[in-house]
């Protein structure tokens, strides 16, 4: 496994390592041979998140006995100082530690970074939890470039890292990712299979890591086979040749910049639809000829597209700010309900 420093923290990642989110379909026992593997490879990076349900405490008791060995990071979606402070301390307890490496401040858009770094906000707890000891470095996850251009622009002496989606579709960031690490700012890609939507693991991963703007990615990982397909992945890294280059090309064009990357942020939907589901399902029967098994599956579902009431809470909520209604009625289209 390669390692790559994170900026001014110092630490020492794996270049690939490892996104929290799907452990939340894991299950404990599960969770525990999964950092097995991330142990075995030198998978040393690994982050989840306040919000990942499930995820932190089954991380927190899969590495009972070995926290040392992992950089863990954490996030939390708190904008004020007393929120923040309650997500710390229930971190540390999921994640049955006394020390977290990187606690991030969870998805920060462009309207709420005044709040957080202002007087009362999220920031001056994580800077008194530092203090404390109880984190060792304060990061940021964001989705929008304009966001990350405001952070790095004003803000790049109050936080040592940054996460931001990087990958073949999406490398909208690439240019202040690069200003952000001129500065000495630990850059993480997160959402490098697109949510999903990509299905060459080893071409996604080699695109993040000739990008020359990314330290690590987090792929999601939630089960050992995901984690040895990663891993064997980043074992074989080389440069991208022309035939990918113009792969990845081909994928940016048949992908387009309006795609789903599964993060949830659009829940819950008033009527109950699983937003995600649904597009991937379509995608499924678009796609790749899996018509039938699709179809079943949406049949399964409680509540269809179809079910939409167009009430557009779930479009506020996207940080990709996609027209979820049209999509769905797009959906709607395929399964014809
Ligand atoms: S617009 Fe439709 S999909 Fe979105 S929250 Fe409202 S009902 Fe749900
Ligand atoms: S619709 Fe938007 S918020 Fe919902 S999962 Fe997809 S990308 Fe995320």
Redesign the pocket.
């Known amino acids: 496994m390669k390692y790559a420093t994170l900026g001014k923290t110092g630490l020492k990642a794996a270049v690939v390592s490892f996104g929290g989110i799907p452990i939340q379909r894991a299950d404990a026992a599960n969770t525990v041979a999964v950092v097995d593997k991330l142990e075995e490879y030198g998978m040393n990076y690994i982050d989840t998140a306040r919000g990942y349900t499930v995820s932190e405490e089954y991380l927190g008791a899969a590495l009972e006995g070995r926290r040392d060995k992992f950089i863990l990071a954490t996030k939390a979606m708190s904008r004020d100082y007393a929120g923040m402070c309650k997500d710390i301390e229930t971190s540390l307890k999921n994640l049955r530690t006394d020390y977290i490496d990187v606690y991030q401040i969870h998805n920060l858009p462009e309207k709420d970074i005044e709040k957080v770094f202002g007087p009362g906000g999220a920031y001056e707890a994580l800077v008194e939890a530092k203090a404390a000891g109880k984190i060792g470095h304060i990061g940021i996850t964001c989705h929008s470039a304009d966001a990350m251009k405001i952070l790095v622009e004003q803000y790049a002496d109050r936080f040592e890292t940054i996460m931001f989606p990087y990958n073949i579709v999406e490398d909208q960031g690439r240019e202040i990712l690069a200003q952000a690490r001129e500065k000495g700012i630990g850059t993480i890609a997160m959402k490098p299979m697109a949510?999903g939507n990509l299905d060459d693991w080893n071409l996604a991963l080699r695109y993040i890591a000739a990008s020359g703007v990314i330290d690590i990615s987090i792929p999601g990982m939630g089960s050992v086979e995901e984690v040895i397909r990663n891993a064997e992945a980043a074992e074989g890294f080389s440069p991208l040749t022309e035939e990918e280059l113009e792969r990845c090309q081909a994928i940016r064009k048949e992908l387009g910049t309006q795609f789903?990357?599964?993060?949830?942020?659009?829940a819950p939907c008033s009527t109950g639809i699983d937003?995600?589901s649904t597009?991937t399902l379509a995608n499924y029967a678009r796609k790749y000829g899996l018509g039938d098994w699709a179809r079943a599956r949406y049949e399964a579902m409680q509540y269809h597209a179809g079910s939409c009431v167009q009430c557009g809470a779930?479009e506020r909520?996207?940080?990709?700010n996609?027209p979820?209604r049209d999509m769905l009625a797009g959906v709607a289209q395929v399964f014809g309900y």
Request: glycine residues 12%; aromatic residues 16%.
């Open positions: 949510g789903c990357r599964r993060c949830g942020y659009c937003i995600p597009f779930c909520r996207c940080p990709y996609l979820i």
